[in-house]
């Protein structure tokens, strides 16, 4: 079983691309939870690990998780409001956020005393990881399960509107890398981060994954390997939710090839490799086809 840890909340979508004053369009979201259904319409086992709230959009949440096939089991339950993210697309599909957060309720999430025997891997990511105090509580499940031996994957996927002291951010950042198994994140979060992603890879990780956008994306291993993939042509109507898609079709296709382990990662040679970006790459790419976060389903990469 794959575990997905982070929050769940409703984006705020505008109907028409570079219209501020549309009409906003409710859709269920947040990288983890895009990245959980990914992984259940991909045909894993998975589960998802959060505090959702008991109001109507907290609801709803819930319930798409169980029709796409995501065991709800260690979600947290609670009466505080849904955090909302407001998307601003622009004309090339790309998608900004402005976040209220403000006593919501995945930010209350506390440390699970444990997680599901079967459990082989560990996502994290995005906001979950900046907002206290349920930051610390997700960054110590990270720890307590890599120190278990459990793979660990990150996706940052920087906010930057949401984190008050990008030095402390990026101290904290370097801080998880001896804990993460499989780092994956897009050049910009890269570039704000000011690191190298080859210092990252032996810091640590034993891939890094960088995504390109339209160019495709690249993998870096701990032992200097380098390979990468283009990417896959599509008419792109929003980028919503593809970087997502990424993150749950390379653990889906690390796990169809039984290599949910803290070292195999670093094993993999090119042919290997270039498979699983490539199924990544095409995965996103449906995605990017669609409006809102709507991941693909097994049959259609």
């Known amino acids: 079983m794959i575990v ?33 259904v990914a992984l259940g319409r991909l045909g894993a086992d998975v589960a998802f690990c959060s505090r959702i709230s008991t109001d109507a959009f907290g609801e709803s949440l819930v319930e798409r998780l169980r029709r796409e096939g995501v065991d ?27 976040f209220y957060v ?18 082989r891997a560990l996502s994290f ?49 370097e801080g998880w890398l001896r ?4 780092l994956k994140l897009s050049e910009e979060d890269a570039d704000w981060l000011g690191g190298d992603p080859r210092e990252w890879a032996g810091a640590g990780p034993a891939a890094v994954v960088v995504t390109r956008g339209a160019n495709g994306m690249t993998v870096l291993t701990r032992g200097g390997d380098e390979f990468s993939v283009p990417g896959e042509r599509t008419e792109v109507v929003d980028t919503i939710g593809a970087g997502d898609t990424v993150n749950a079709a390379l653990l889906h296709a690390l796990s169809e090839r039984d290599l949910l382990s803290a070292e195999a990662p670093a094993r993999l040679g090119r042919r ?24 693909p389903y097994a049959g259609e990469v």
């Open 272 to 295: 290997e490799w270039t498979g699983i970006l490539g199924y990544a790459a095409r995965a996103a790419a449906v995605t990017c086809s669609r409006a809102g976060a709507e991941p």
């Open 102 to 119: 403000e006593g919501t309720a995945d930010r209350l999430f506390r440390t699970p005393a444990d997680l599901p025997a079967e459990t």
């Open 179 to 182: 804990h993460v198994t499989l």
């Open 125 to 173: 990511g995005t906001c979950s990881l900046v907002l206290e105090p349920g930051a610390s509580a997700y960054e110590e499940l990270m720890r307590r399960e890599a120190e278990r031996g459990r793979f660990v994957a990150l996706d940052p996927n920087i906010r930057a509107g949401l984190i008050p002291d990008a030095t402390a951010y990026r101290r904290r950042f």
């Open 4 to 36: 997905v840890a982070g929050e769940a909340l409703i984006d705020l979508v505008p109907r028409n691309r570079g219209d501020a004053l549309a009409p906003l369009l409710p859709a269920r979201g947040g990288g983890p939870y895009n990245t959980a």
């Open 72 to 98: 709800t089991g260690p979600v947290q339950r609670g009466p505080e409001p849904t955090t909302l993210a407001v998307a601003s697309v622009g004309a090339d599909g790309s998608a900004e956020y402005r």
